[in-house]
């Protein structure tokens, strides 16, 4: 295939939406799946958004024509051996619950620590970063950067989401606050300036290539027919 990788999420108008409707369909992986759950912990409103997403998800699957199910006796028995061999649920170490804390609930049981005991190095650009992995397909980490910060101009290698936990941020597409996610790809650079006052902290992942299957595009369109 020639030409650069197509981007689904660039080609809608509210990239968020898409977002939301690859989340319903489970089809993201555990990174995006912590960023877009700790968004709808943040916004009531993409709760609601997404409500609406999982009841057009049921009629769809009402819809669907029954398939015969090949070997049913021998795969149920395997499933049944999988629980039975599986080990119990292992006690959550991370409260739940924490209105204290700068995380959202959803990154706080993904990242399995509290905001506190994040390991941040701060890089030559001011800005101090916790990083969570990274290597050549996907970085995910958890950005702070002091009010007044101008960060220089910078170019994306592949699809970057930047959700603010705290404080704010603007580029030249607008400001993001607590809740926003900030999308930008290989076709925009864009030079973040922090909020003046306190510390801005975001959860960013960058993924090189993300292909949604079509359960999320066709969700968005159960939903807007
Ligand atoms: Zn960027």
């Known amino acids: ?60 699957l009402a819809e669907l024509e029954p398939a015969p199910f090949a070997d ?9 051996a999988a629980i039975d061999a599986a080990p119990e649920d292992a006690p959550a170490t991370v409260p ?3 209105a204290d804390d700068a995380l959202p609930p959803s990154l706080r049981r993904y990242l399995g620590r509290a905001s506190d005991a994040l390991a941040w190095t701060t890089r030559p650009d001011g800005v101090a970063e916790c990083v969570i992995s990274r290597d050549r397909h996907a970085e995910v980490v958890v ?3 002091p009010g007044g910060t101008e960060l220089p101009t910078h170019e ?23 809740g926003d996610i900030c999308v930008a790809d290989e076709t925009r650079a864009h030079r973040p300036v922090i909020d003046p006052g306190g510390d801005c902290v975001c959860f960013a992942v960058t993924v090189v290539h993300v292909r949604l299957p079509d359960a999320a595009g066709r969700l968005l369109r159960l939903l807007v027919r």
Do not use: Q
């Open 1 to 60: 295939m020639n030409g650069p990788p197509i981007n689904p999420i660039e080609r809608v108008d509210c990239p968020v939406d898409v977002l939301l409707a690859a989340y319903a369909a489970g089809a993201l992986d555990p990174a995006l799946m912590a960023l877009v759950g700790a968004h709808l912990d943040l916004r009531p409103k993409s709760r609601a958004f997404l409500a609406a997403l999982e009841t057009a998800a049921g009629g769809w």
């Open 72 to 80: 049913r006796d021998r795969r149920l028995a395997a499933a049944c």
């Open 96 to 98: 739940i619950a924490d």
């Open 143 to 145: 950005l702070r950067a």
């Open 156 to 178: 994306h290698a592949g699809l970057e989401l930047t959700l603010v936990l705290t404080g704010g941020f603007r580029d030249a597409a607008g400001r993001y606050g607590p």
